[in-house]
């Protein structure tokens, strides 16, 4: 396999030329920080990832965890992985220094995520998901909840996880059976089993705090009738020292395609008397508090697809370059050439650095709109982008974590019939990458979460005012020169057919849902496109201007340039051509009985 290289250069690109990080560092709350202070925060996080995390990515993919007799055992090296990435701080970048956090915009720590996602992501889903859990429990819990768990989860001490998924629910979180009686003390008891929980149970922490559902007595069917709590595998004493086992354990590990390293348990819960809980939020207000922690999920399960995209390219591109076949066409040299030289291969190799290029400018805006909307000290500008996040959230997810599949496909295709072998590592970010659109919502849910409830924000203005802000980059296109006169024109016509499928299916919605639904995928993966065209276009002209300048970086730029044109010319058209299927109604998809999809 190839070494991973942290690519700082076009991390620092997409943060300073696309997502103006200098203008989210002038906001009070991040008036310690500079861009200097950003820049050594992603050196150091770029070593981590490249001289620690990445040589167990192998090693974890073939050992893999294990369970025996109620404990978990990570793969070699990945414990005390766990203890580099603790003492460094690292779990704690956007959080309140109040409770150990480094108190630096979000846009850094996704960044920092990013690396860490490509160099093993089966390591990076631990932080993950205690970050979410550091979310979930400083918006919704009681003083006295934050004094006992909030500084052992900024800091690393302690990790937490998110339980929903149970076996007869899947994602139809309304339907699960988890329950939880009052006790005498004020705690509930839980009971219930639940799977599919990452990093359920492990060795690297003394505790592990679960944000469970589960339905009290008398509660409302449904999702209005889930409460959300949390509860600690140790209890923790009045002075902070950790109790008694509380009644949970995990029995079994689940079999998985991919992401070995990370032990996706079976909780169960409440064996014997209980398990203690303790409740977050209001009664029966679960899904508002889970969503707190899913929303963050979401956006970070989108930085996985983008950084598995990343690995696999890297290790494409660098099989590209060495591997010799056949001779490309005009090829002088004698001998076979490289096959990076070959047409083809040049194409899948620039269609996923594109891909990623625009993938990384979405993560990284919708991560910069969530630094605006919680910190601006502007009321309206804090609502706009706090609109804005809510929109680009299942962009991010689905699209990205759809494209993270295709790019790690992309690169087994590039290796040819040796990426069919496990030993060169290209089939392990495929196998990786596949977990992705399923997380957190699968992609389709994702898709109609745009269409029913982003889309019709505001009565559609939302979209609008995005569409708008996509437009005003004509002028400068247009003062791009030839260099991006077909990206003009394409961004054009794709922002004219979004606009068109937008208004069909607002105009739709209430007389023909089920039509509306069928678009819904074809849709998000239109409007990904486009976005994914304006942020990408956005950079390339930066890059142009950027070039004029004195110690100039000439060939970077160059080929952001070269890339921005790629994705302008050649992929960006894609978008306007999925109008028929955004617009075409559910008749096609039943115009055939159920029974006759079996052959």
């Avoid at 076949?325 to 194409?347: F, L, M, N, Y």
Wanted: with cysteine.
């Amino acid at each position: 396999m190839s070494a991973y290289q942290a690519p700082l250069k076009d991390i620092r690109f997409t943060l300073n030329q696309i997502c103006d990080l200098e203008g989210t560092l002038t906001l009070p709350k991040f008036a310690d920080t500079d861009g200097d202070t950003a820049n050594a925060v992603l050196e150091e996080a770029g070593r981590l990832a490249a001289g620690i995390l990445a040589p167990l990515n192998r090693q974890g993919d073939t050992q893999g965890a294990t369970l025996a007799n109620g404990v978990v055992t990570t793969p070699d090296g990945f414990r005390e992985a766990y203890a580099a990435f603790r003492d460094g701080g690292w779990n704690g970048i956007p959080f309140d220094p109040e409770f150990g956090g480094m108190g630096l915009p979000i846009s850094i720590a996704n960044a920092c995520a990013e690396l860490w996602n490509s160099a093993n992501m089966g390591f990076a889903l631990c932080p993950m998901l205690t970050q979410g859990a550091i979310d979930a429990i400083g918006a919704h819990g009681s003083d006295a909840l934050k004094e006992i768990y909030l500084e052992n989860l900024v800091t690393g001490q302690w990790t937490g996880t998110m339980n929903l998924t149970e076996p007869q629910a899947g994602s139809d979180v309304g339907a699960l059976r988890s329950r939880a009686e009052p006790a005498a003390d004020g705690t509930w008891r839980i009971k219930g089993q639940k799977i599919f929980i990452s990093y359920g149970e492990h060795d690297y922490t003394d505790n592990i705090i679960h944000l469970v559902l589960a339905r009290t007595p008398d509660s409302p069917e449904g999702t209005r009738g889930i409460s959300l709590f949390v509860v600690p595998k140790f209890l923790v004493n009045d002075d902070g020292s950790l109790g008694q086992r509380n009644d949970l354990r995990c029995i079994n590990l689940e079999e998985k395609l991919g992401i070995h390293a990370s032990p996706t348990a079976v909780m169960s819960f409440g064996d014997n008397e209980g398990a203690v809980g303790y409740m977050l939020g209001e009664e029966n207000k679960g899904m508002r508090c889970m969503f707190t922690m899913m929303n963050t999920a979401r956006l970070a399960v989108g930085i996985e697809g983008l950084a598995i995209a990343e690995g696999a390219y890297q290790h494409a591109v660098a099989y590209a370059l060495e591997r010799r076949q056949g001779k490309a066409i005009g090829a002088t040299e004698p001998g076979s050439s490289a096959i990076v030289e070959h047409a083809d291969v040049r194409r899948m190799l620039m269609t996923m650095k594109a891909q990623i290029d625009a993938m990384r400018a979405l993560c990284y805006v919708n991560g910069q709109a969530l630094d605006m909307a919680r910190q601006h000290v502007d009321e309206d500008q804090r609502a706009w982008y706090g609109q804005l996040a809510e929109l680009l959230t299942p962009l991010s997810k689905a699209w990205c974590t759809d494209l993270g599949c295709e790019v790690a496909s992309l690169g087994v295709q590039v290796h040819g019939g040796m990426g069919f072998i496990e030993e060169t590592g290209a089939a392990q970010y495929f196998r990786d990458a596949r977990i992705a659109p399923i997380y957190e919502g699968t992609n389709g849910i994702q898709a109609l979460d745009l269409v029913m409830r982003k889309l019709t924000m505001a009565g559609g203005e939302v979209v609008t005012k995005y569409l708008a802000e996509m437009r005003d980059l004509d002028g400068a296109l247009a003062d791009g020169g030839p260099d991006f006169a077909k990206t003009r024109a394409n961004l054009t016509t794709a922002l004219d057919s979004l606009e068109e499928a937008s208004t069909w299916l607002l105009r739709t919605m209430a007389e023909d849902p089920n039509g509306v639904a069928a678009g819904a995928s074809p849709y998000l993966r239109m409007f990904g496109l486009t976005v994914g065209g304006y942020l990408i276009a956005k950079g390339g002209l930066a890059a142009a201007k950027l070039s004029g300048e004195v110690d100039a970086d000439a060939p970077f730029l160059a080929g952001r340039v070269a890339t921005a044109r790629f994705y302008g010319e050649q992929l960006l058209p894609q978008a306007p051509a999925l109008l028929p299927a955004v617009t075409a109604g559910a008749a096609p998809l039943f115009a055939i009985a159920a029974e006759q999809l079996v052959n």
